[in-house]
């Protein structure tokens, strides 16, 4: 596949085996094609890795973390839990919104918390919001724990963003799922690593291996879940895709 970019004519050209053809430079459609190859140069350049929390490496690109917070504001949950904590920037991000709401606490997992960053975010001014757990996010023990720190009647939103294996990943769907409520969602990152199986720094497995894949057939079995995209809480323009790594990532329990 070939884009050529001609700003004179203000043209974007879009070459295929199969087909070619070009259309307006200035125009939806070649904000899309244009976004999908940025989003690729931008993983190759390590461009996620840019970025802080309250001082916490968040390691997410900025449209990624604005949308998870307008769902996080529209919904205002009691509990949310992401699965891989990193740097523990996301967990920072989610407690300052817990701390601008009044409302809702933070539960991260991960298998190992390294001491550097335990030591951060236990010692970071929002750390009475994070309750951290470590330990495999599969783990029964960890789900059994997760449970006991939910009360009956509490909203609940999920985040899954670690072992991002297919399989991995669906066993998370499969277990995590239990603890959304309705209308709420379970949100699986990264599967546009399948798109990147072809540049420095991916693998080929990852074209099939990718938590698309887990979604897709995760959806198929449970219908209590859709994949979608959660309205935009503003937009005076014609776009409604997201430039995201977050590929089909919004599951909405709608049963």
Same mark, same amino acid.
Not at 13 to 28: A, F, V
Not at 191 to 200: E, I, Q, S, T
């Given at each position: 596949m070939k884009l050529i970019i001609d700003t004179n004519n203000n043209t974007l &050209? @879009?070459?295929?085996?199969?087909?070619?053809? &070009?259309?307006?430079?200035?125009?939806?459609e070649s904000f899309a094609l244009i976004s999908h190859q940025w989003l690729k140069v931008a993983w190759s350049q390590k461009y996620p890795y840019t970025f802080t929390w309250l001082g916490r490496p968040i390691i997410q690109i900025p449209e990624d973390i604005v949308r998870i917070q307008e769902v996080i504001y529209k919904i205002k949950p009691d509990v949310i839990i992401e699965t891989g904590v990193a740097h523990g920037g996301s967990l920072i991000l989610y407690a300052s919104l817990c701390n601008s709401m009044r409302n809702g606490r933070v539960i991260g997992v991960d298998v190992e918390i390294r001491p550097y960053n335990l030591h951060e975010i236990k010692?970071?001014? !929002?750390?009475?919001?994070?309750?951290?757990?470590?330990?495999?996010?599969?783990?029964?023990?960890?789900?059994?724990?997760?449970?006991? !720190? =939910?009360? *009956?009647?509490?909203?609940? =939103?999920?985040?899954?963003?670690?072992? @991002?294996?297919?399989?991995?990943? !669906?066993?998370e769907l499969n277990l995590y799922s239990k603890l959304v409520t309705k209308n709420s969602y379970i949100i699986a990152a990264d599967?546009?690593?399948?798109?990147?199986?072809?540049? *420095?720094r991916g693998?080929?497995?990852w074209l099939t291996d990718n938590p698309v894949e887990a979604i897709l057939e995760f959806v198929s079995k449970n219908p209590d879940?859709? =994949?979608?995209?959660?309205?935009?809480?503003?937009?005076?323009?014609?776009?409604?895709?997201? =430039? &995201?790594?977050w590929t089909c990532a919004f599951l909405k329990r709608i049963k």
């Open positions: &050209t @879009h070459i295929t085996d199969e087909d070619r053809r &070009t259309i307006k430079l200035h125009s939806k010692n970071h001014e !929002l750390s009475s919001y994070i309750t951290l757990l470590e330990g495999a996010s599969t783990d029964n023990k960890i789900i059994e724990k997760i449970k006991s !720190l =939910i009360k *009956p009647d509490e909203t609940v =939103i999920v985040i899954l963003d670690s072992n @991002h294996s297919k399989q991995n990943v !669906l066993d599967g546009f690593m399948k798109h990147l199986y072809d540049v *420095p693998k080929s497995e879940f859709i =994949i979608k995209n959660p309205e935009r809480l503003f937009n005076e323009s014609e776009l409604n895709m997201n =430039i &995201t790594y």
